[in-house]
């Protein structure tokens, strides 16, 4: 079989798909280095770091290239193979195709990548495919509010004009190079072609594929972050996405107690001795008899604020009052200082926080999922409603967002209640007291204390706001506080200037609004007989900050307590100690409720005697050493908060599949 006048032109074509290859190599090089100039000025790292950095940012992409580029190669392999010539005509112009595809859907995942590093400061996870399951009008409202749009896709236009441009041009068929190589040669070369294509996608020889195991280069986390090919992103985020809608999710294999969750029991309990016939009896505590509780069941208020993370208050000044209202409640009453959220998202926060366990990393919202109807038996509010509370979960905009109207409503919650439900009990005008994602907090805030004052039983209330959120709307008539931005924070932001401004003033808004709250209940007579608390979904802003210490500082969020006198504790509160959204209410059933039995995953915060430590879905956990990274434990503290942390995660998943 003769395939010397064929295989040249075969070579030819390849030589387009090399020339193309580099061209598409040097654009994602080019996207990877936007992201170092726009978002690393503040990062520490030396040469070879930076070095490493890009040089595995060049094997990621080459590695996804490579699976573009395989099956085109293998195609042209098969026509050298079986001879088939009279397919020269067609290839060139299937390829254009082909690649125009290919590389507009990898252009396309690059983009929404970037755009998901804006706001939060990573690549993509799952949460970017919530996009599907939120307000639709207000995202598009949000997104005209923070970016040109126009000219965002003029400029994504030009560059798709481009793309197109340059596979047209490369893959114009140019009948350059002539080789007369034997049959033995072009076997040899068409087998080092294969071989260096899948070891390009690889992108390793080690035990691991490149993608599934980037290493970091750095001690800085935006550097390490660096590398990440976008593609890989999207790709990674879509199958942990799909993987947790589908229910098939495997965390107790995952975390290392597949076949031995006695042993996750034990180190969850730090004790050997637990009770191995009913393994969840482990979970279950009882709060102390207490007579003052008995006699007067104070109304308990949770406050959910979105995106209040507390590294920003370090910046706090008369010139920068960012707590406005709030600044003096936080410096009266009991304020936990090393508090980390759960989760980096709402609702993923929100959830386990409501259901009393550790929130799991790479799953999707219970409301989103097949346990839509699941009514859990260690919810919070069934253990306020056992003891004679009415529950009322109040969100700030529509209940139809991500089904938690539905799904509260089997949570032991009594009433829930959305935005339209609040402007008719304030007899208002819907639009005149609402952002595109609610209603404003203060209206909240005055709803809730409407209720409160007409009470005629014990009230458990949770509120989840929705200011402080993109596209940072506040009313006309409110009047901020100072926020003079200090050169030493000017020196730690890393996003937009201008859109930094605007999310202080809205987030400055939404914490004076709550010191307006606070202010009622403690001036009133609820003040005697009303616990407030107040915490947050996530630290956000950390997308536009440069923090000294990363993991001890970038999920910081409050946990912050107010107590009439009589229900205040005898010994001090250690505020400092480590701790996260599965600690609320462990501390909160003990300081409000008299001789109750409850469920729950975390621990309460009055107790000094047991170990504690904040977890975070993102493997960023709190000692009382510091934060640090799932897996990079230095102290003795740290490595049992990491043992911790895994034994946290199978026996809420031991506990969350007992209900299913």
Not at 60 to 72: G, K, Q, R, T, V
Not at 126 to 151: C, H, R, W
Not at 597 to 622: P, R, S
Request: glycine share 6%; hydrophobic share 40%.
């Amino acid at each position: 079989m003769q395939k010397n006048n064929h295989f040249p032109f075969l070579l030819n074509l390849l030589l387009s798909f090399l020339k193309l290859f580099v061209v598409v190599l040097v654009l994602m090089s080019v996207v990877r280095l936007y992201l170092f100039f726009s978002y690393g000025s503040h990062s520490t790292y030396n040469a070879l770091e930076l070095l490493d950095t890009f040089w595995l940012g060049t094997r990621l992409d080459a590695s996804i290239l490579a699976y573009i580029y395989s099956l085109p190669i293998l195609l042209v392999f098969l026509v050298w193979l079986l001879n088939l010539k009279f397919l020269q005509k067609y290839l060139y112009g299937f390829f254009k195709v082909y690649f125009i595809i290919l590389l507009t859907i990898l252009a396309s995942l690059t983009f929404s990548d970037l755009a998901y590093f804006s706001f939060f400061g990573e690549h993509a996870t799952l949460m970017i495919f919530g996009v599907f399951d939120d307000d639709t009008q207000a995202l598009i409202k949000t997104a005209y509010t923070n970016y040109n749009i126009p000219i965002v896709f003029v400029g994504i236009g030009s560059f798709f004009i481009f793309l197109y441009f340059v596979i047209l041009k490369t893959l114009e068929r140019k009948d350059r190079v002539f080789v007369a190589w034997n049959i033995p040669k072009q076997i040899f070369f068409f087998i080092t072609i294969l071989a260096f294509t899948g070891v390009t996608g690889r992108g390793s020889v080690g035990i691991f594929p490149l993608a599934k195991d980037v290493p970091d280069v750095s001690a800085d986390s935006f550097i390490n972050k660096l590398p990440q090919t976008a593609g890989y992103a999207m790709l990674n985020s879509y199958e942990q996405y799909n993987k947790s809608k589908s229910g098939n999710y495997d965390l107790i294999k995952r975390v290392g107690y597949a076949g031995n969750i006695e042993k996750a029991f034990e180190v969850y309990k730090q004790s050997d001795t637990i009770d191995k016939t009913n393994f969840l009896n482990n979970l279950v505590h009882k709060t102390a008899k207490n007579k003052f509780i008995d006699a007067t069941k104070p109304n308990v208020v949770v406050v959910m604020v979105e995106s209040f993370g507390t590294p920003i208050l370090d910046y706090q000044s008369d010139g920068f009052n960012i707590l406005g209202r709030l600044k003096k409640h936080f410096e009266q009453d009991t304020l936990f200082t090393n508090f980390i959220s759960s989760s980096n998202g709402t609702i993923v926060s929100l959830e386990p926080l409501l259901l009393n366990i550790t929130a799991r990393p790479n799953s999707t919202s219970f409301a989103q999922s097949n346990y839509l109807n699941t009514s859990f038996t260690q919810a919070s509010a069934k253990v306020y409603q056992d003891a004679g509370y009415e529950t009322t979960f109040v969100y700030g905009g529509d209940l139809s967002w991500r089904n938690v109207g539905a799904f509260m409503s089997r949570q032991g919650f009594e009433h829930s209640e959305g935005k339209a439900t609040i402007a008719k009990a304030l007899e208002a005008d819907i639009k005149s007291i609402s952002h595109d994602w609610g209603v404003f907090d203060q209206y909240l805030y005055k709803y809730a204390q409407l209720k409160l004052q007409n009470a005629k039983k014990p009230q458990f209330i949770f509120m989840l706001t929705t200011n402080n959120h993109p596209p940072y709307t506040i009313p006309d008539d409110y009047r901020s506080n100072s926020l003079v931005i200090s050169e030493n924070l000017k020196n730690h932001i890393t996003g937009n200037m201008e859109l930094a401004k605007l999310r202080f003033r809205d987030y400055a808004y939404a914490l004076d609004s709550l010191g307006g709250f606070v202010d009622a209940v403690k001036s009133s007579p609820l003040s005697q007989n009303t616990v407030v608390s107040i915490t947050a979904d996530n630290n956000t802003i950390e997308g536009i900050m440069k923090y000294d210490d990363y993991y001890t500082q970038t999920k910081k969020i409050p946990f912050y307590i107010y107590l009439p006198e009589y229900l205040k504790p005898k010994e001090l509160i250690d505020t400092t100690l480590a701790s996260s959204h599965k600690d609320i209410f462990p501390t909160l059933y003990n300081l409000t409720l008299s001789d109750i039995n409850y469920t729950a995953i975390g621990t309460n915060l009055l107790d000094k005697n047991i170990l504690h430590c904040g977890f975070n879905d993102e493997g960023v956990l709190m000692s009382k050493d510091g934060g640090f990274k799932d897996g990079k434990a230095v102290t003795d503290e740290q490595k049992k908060c990491q043992e911790y942390y895994k034994a946290s995660l199978a026996v809420t998943e031991y506990l969350i599949k007992s209900q299913k």
